[in-house]
């Protein structure tokens, strides 16, 4: 799992798709950040998503690019089609991409007219026992993803006696990326923040911190990147110490920071998550994903600019109602935030946010169960949403959705005829243990767990109908009336299709 550090810093609104809220809580305290090691890995196939942990998503052209716990998926949306239906694209070693999940993604137009798509990776590690992020490089396509050139994490000179060098990619990972005037500028936390000239490439990566300071990331939160986002000709950068703004493409920057008691500020200093908004009318509006970092009157929310950072409105959070940001989708006027309670809506610029429900497949039935959505993009006359169970694909603002999961088909290549995942199970952890299998023809199906002893323990799901194809029933995890059940070892029966299917799965909390 690679997450953002934390010890940096120890009325009614009708929405098409959402639920509408007005003074009802926003959220509730945070626990659980973007993985980048799915579940359950995936067989090798060029037909559907490589995880079901969707990281980022950046609409470009013809295509959907997602950055997932495997490496990079691009879609192309059938035009006119239903929401799923296209073609799949996962560069790999061989395509030259690199090794891990992606953790950075952007897209954009050099200054000849290319396309060119920029990526990072990021791997865990382990030193002495301990498990550490680690980023796997950062690297450039010009064919819209099919080959790459990669560079490994970049890196300073050891011997530099002008700054206080990040000479290791452990916890140098690469959180975002933003492409401006044929420089990618990458945000790294403990490689700060640099950029990478496609005109001028034999100067390699160049560390270019947001201030006039010497490069030092222990020293200077300001130095301590985390996202990048360009609005026509003006590069935002978030750090540990706010947001900062250049409007010559990093040469000089200005700085927009929490101050205590000024509610025309950031609502914290720490800001993982930036996205720009220019609508048809003319609007350029700058939204920051703020969490909490030093002082004790921030709080995770969400603020946003109008005026170009002068003054800040706070728009989602509280000090008692927390609401962690991880990215920005826009639709016009419309904006999406996707949060760890979900994904939001509003249509009046922040003034009332709507919350979307679970994503529910409209022709299977499957859903989501984890509250987290990690990225969401709207084009093409479509939603697509992604988190840590899949993307969703909706035609109609949300009202009904295709629901793209990706796992190894039941019997095929080597795969028993069921099986359970997350396997181990920790309740505390995952929402739901799913069971995968398959049905020849439509039937109806019944669930049951065992214990040790080969007793009943419960039947989550009993004689519900089930057409043919792949499926996957759940559990919570818990016994009769919502008990907590003892960490184990537990048998499931899965009936159905004339088969009785049996397994086994670790409950450990």
């Not at 080959?147 to 000179?157: C, E, I, N, R």
């Not at 100067?203 to 360009?230: C, I, K, M």
């Not at 537990?490 to 086994?504: A, D, I, V």
Request: charged share 20%; aromatic share 12%; proline share 6%.
């Amino acid at each position: 799992m690679i997450r953002p550090p934390r010890t940096l810093l120890p009325l009614v609104l009708v929405l098409v798709g959402a639920v509408a809220f007005g003074a009802s809580p926003v959220g509730q305290p945070f626990s659980s950040t973007a993985q980048l090691t799915p579940t359950p890995r995936t067989l090798s196939g060029q037909d559907k998503l490589p995880s079901n942990s969707i990281i980022d998503l950046e609409l470009f052209g013809p295509y959907l690019y997602g950055a997932t716990g495997e490496g990079l998926t691009r879609f192309r949306p059938v035009p006119g089609g239903e929401p799923s239906e296209g073609g799949w694209l996962q560069p790999t070693l061989a395509d030259g991409f690199g090794r891990g999940g992606v953790s950075g993604l952007a897209i954009g137009t050099t200054s000849d007219g290319d396309t060119v798509v920029w990526a990072a990776t990021a791997l865990d590690t382990s030193i002495a026992g301990e498990s550490y992020a680690a980023g796997g490089g950062v690297g450039y396509s010009l064919d819209h993803g099919q080959t790459w050139s990669w560079m490994g994490q970049p890196v300073d000179d050891r011997d530099d006696e002008e700054i206080s060098p990040t000479v290791t990619s452990v916890q140098n990972v690469t959180y975002d990326i933003g492409f401006l005037e044929d420089r990618a500028w990458i945000a790294s936390w403990g490689g700060g923040l640099r950029y990478y000239d496609m005109n001028n490439p034999d100067q390699g990566w160049v560390n270019h911190p947001p201030d006039t300071d010497s490069y030092d990331v222990l020293e200077h939160l300001n130095h301590r990147a985390f996202s990048v986002s360009v609005m026509d000709t003006l590069l935002w950068v978030g750090t540990a110490a706010g947001v900062n703004l250049s409007r010559d493409n990093g040469e000089t920057w200005q700085n927009f920071a929490h101050v205590p008691g000024s509610e025309s500020s950031l609502s914290g200093n720490f800001v993982p998550s930036l996205g720009s908004q220019i609508t048809s009318s003319g609007k350029r509006i700058i939204w920051a994903g703020t969490w909490s970092a030093e002082s004790s009157t921030e709080y995770y929310g969400v603020s946003k600019s109008e005026d170009l950072g002068v003054t800040w409105t706070r728009v989602l959070g509280s000090t008692d109602e927390p609401v962690r940001a991880h990215n920005f989708a826009f639709q016009d006027s419309v904006v999406y935030v996707c949060t760890d309670d979900g994904l939001l809506k509003s249509v009046d610029y922040g003034e009332t946010w709507g919350r979307f429900p679970a994503i529910r497949d409209l022709n299977t039935g499957e859903r989501t169960y984890e509250p987290e959505i990690y990225s969401a993009a709207y084009g093409q006359d479509r939603l697509f949403v992604g988190g840590p169970e899949g993307l969703g694909v909706s035609a109609d603002g949300g009202l009904t959705w295709d629901l793209l999961r990706s796992f190894p088909t039941p019997g095929e290549s080597g795969q028993p005829d069921s099986y359970a995942y997350p396997n181990p199970f920790s309740p505390s952890r995952f929402a739901v243990v799913r069971f995968q299998y398959t049905l020849d023809s439509a039937d109806n199906v019944t669930l049951e767990i065992y214990d040790f002893a080969l007793e009943l323990l419960i039947r989550p799901v009993k004689d519900a109908f089930r057409a043919a194809g792949d499926h996957s029933e759940v559990w919570d995890g818990r016994g009769p009336g919502g008990r907590e059940i003892a960490n184990g070892v537990y048998f499931y029966r899965l009936t159905g299709g004339g088969k009785e299917r049996w397994g086994k799965v670790l409950v450990l909390d």
